[in-house]
């Protein structure tokens, strides 16, 4: 039997198809917005499952409700699949959860599980999505994290906002100081961005005496990788590893 596996997010959707073994042998990405779109939808589902889905069950983390609801509806309707979003019930036989409950993205669970059961010791995930976290995991308990604007949404609100402020795509520059237009923007959301990290990964390792593994997901990763000076790797699965050992424990 395989599995399907999927992480609902503001800008985009992604979806993994695991093996009987929970190894992942197909992936899709799709714009969370083109998922209101019924067409859109079973045709991208049918070239996941190759026009004959094997899955049973589904795990998705989501932070749009709306959006899992339809999916929900039409993985029934269309391939008798029984899809579940992941509960307070599934992960605290997993990780312990220091905070409110009811206050956590399912998605920042996912990540602090697959932090926990993959690297085994204490870790900070932090995540470019649509808003930039930091995820806080001392082995097996999620002791909370940082909700920050997200690189996309500053940038794009001020290229919108800001009428004299032109387009233009965010690129490392090692010149802090723009000689143009362009370049200072990049220079601002660059080193802005290196500098917001950098002492937020600093103010956590002080609070909490610990030294941590820097795990990086998301759009952004490769670019601020290689400007942070605390050490760090890029795990795009994160996610994904987080809801397939939920998968594992059970969970239908």
Not at 7 to 13: C, P, R
Not at 134 to 143: A, G, P, Q
Not at 178 to 188: K, V
């Amino acid at each position: 039997m395989n599995y399907l596996i999927g992480d609902i997010g503001n800008t985009e959707t992604k979806l993994c198809i695991l093996n009987k073994d929970f190894k992942i042998i197909k992936r899709l990405n799709i714009k969370t917005s083109k998922i209101n779109n019924k067409y859109s939808f079973k045709k991208k589902f049918f070239s996941l499952f190759h026009n004959k889905p094997h899955s049973k069950n589904a795990l998705f983390s989501s932070v749009v409700p709306s959006v899992f609801f339809k999916i929900r509806k039409n993985l029934k309707q269309n391939f008798k699949i029984n899809c579940k979003e992941l509960k307070q019930t599934d992960y605290l036989k997993i990780i312990k959860v220091k905070v409110n409950r009811n206050q956590i993205g399912s998605d920042r669970i996912a990540n602090a599980v697959g932090a926990f059961k993959k690297y085994k010791s204490n870790c900070i995930v932090l995540d470019f999505g649509t808003a930039t976290t930091f995820d806080v995991i001392n082995k097996s308990i999620y002791r909370g994290g940082i909700i920050a604007p997200g690189v996309n949404i500053s940038l794009n609100t001020l290229i919108n906002k800001a009428h004299q402020i032109p387009s233009f795509t965010l690129k490392k520059i090692n010149n802090v100081i723009g000689d143009n237009t362009i370049s200072a923007l990049r220079s601002g959301f660059f080193w802005g961005y290196i500098g917001l990290i950098e002492n937020i990964l600093s103010l956590i390792k002080k609070q909490t005496k610990k030294n941590y593994k820097i795990i990086l997901t998301g759009g952004f990763s490769k670019l601020f990788k290689n400007s942070i000076k605390s050490k760090s790797i890029i795990d795009r699965d994160i996610t994904m590893i987080g809801l397939t050992h939920l998968l594992k424990n059970e969970i239908f």
